[in-house]
T-cell receptor
């Protein structure tokens, strides 16, 4: 079945530091890939997505590139802010999984001023 | 545009009691999902509806969990009887359709604590 593995947290950074959260996946066929973010006290929100190989999703300064050869979708941001503190989830949807989202375990990011 | 609504936001019950959660999806969204998120883990799909029909309930513990979406709009998820391991956040999500590219919009969730 489908699965997503993302780096263990928590991750603690200083403001303006570079962020990478690693994500790799196993899926049948060609899945669509997503990063969701959960801010404290709020629901899950879609951060960005990519639907085919070599696509780059981007939003709010975050980027991730769909790498089929390495089955990866790493999240990056060049300069994090305190307001980026949240839990980040990598996820995928494939037709073989009945179009349900399969999530990683989540990575807690804390950004200190 | 109103988002996905869920109630209650929090619920505390004793084991072996029953509990029900309610979800109202975004207007016009045909597909509705219930996910269970245990602390420290990613959400896991329990059941998926397309309009008022079930399309995937393979991970729903059917001996104690049930869900319905009678008119193809709002939905209820019930647990009876609850066990300690059911303590989790129950998330409802909706999407316009069932494809790989349709964004799923999530509600704020219901945090269930079973004592």
């Amino acid at each position: 079945g489908d699965s997503v593995t993302q780096m263990e947290g928590p991750v603690t950074l200083s403001e303006e530091a570079f962020l990478t959260i690693n994500c790799t996946y196993t899926a049948t066929g060609y899945p669509s890939l997503f990063w969701y973010v959960q801010y404290p006290g709020e629901g899950l929100q879609l951060l960005l997505k990519a639907t085919k190989a070599d696509d780059k999703g981007s939003n709010k300064g975050f980027e991730a590139t769909y790498r089929k050869e390495t089955t990866s979708f790493h999240l990056e941001k060049g300069s994090v802010q305190v307001s980026d503190s949240a839990v980040y989830f990598c996820a995928l949807i494939s037709g073989g999984s009945n179009y349900k989202l399969t999530f990683g375990k989540g990575t807690l990011l804390t950004v200190n001023p | 545009e109103a988002g996905v609504a869920q109630s209650p936001r929090y619920k505390i019950i004793e084991k072996r009691q029953s509990v029900a959660f309610w979800c109202n999806p975004i207007s016009g969204h045909a597909t509705l999902y219930w996910y269970q998120q245990i602390l420290g883990q990613g959400p896991k799909l329990l059941i998926q509806f397309q309009n008022n029909g079930v399309v995937d309930d393979s991970q729903l513990p059917k001996d104690r969990f049930s869900a319905e979406r009678l008119k193809g709009v709002d939905s209820t998820l019930k647990i009876q009887p609850a066990k300690l391991e059911d303590s989790a956040v129950y998330l409802c999500a909706s999407s316009f359709g069932r494809t790989q590219n349709n964004e799923q919009f999530f509600g704020p969730g219901t945090r269930l604590t079973v004592l």
